[in-house]
């Protein structure tokens, strides 16, 4: 584990085949605000988290048992796990 700027890094193995078309794709399409790989794959990853908990956030809001943080970006859950 590294330390970066005060936070905890791991590093996850990609291969090389995909790797590559992330590289390219970050490298053709400046204009989609990736800086490099890894900002890309952070960003995926990232999605993929919320649309997995969407309908669970979704069902938080229905009971009135969620609300959004002071910087508006993260759901958070009062009196439980997301799971």
Known sequence: MEVVEGKKMKYIPLPT???????????????????????????????????????KIAENRRNGSSFVDADGDVEVFEGGDLA
């Open 17 to 55: 085949e995909l790797y590559s078309e992330i590289d390219r794709l970050v490298k053709e399409n400046r204009n989609l605000g990736y800086l490099s790989v890894p900002d890309f794959v952070r960003d995926a990853v990232r999605d993929k988290i919320l649309e997995i908990r969407k309908p």
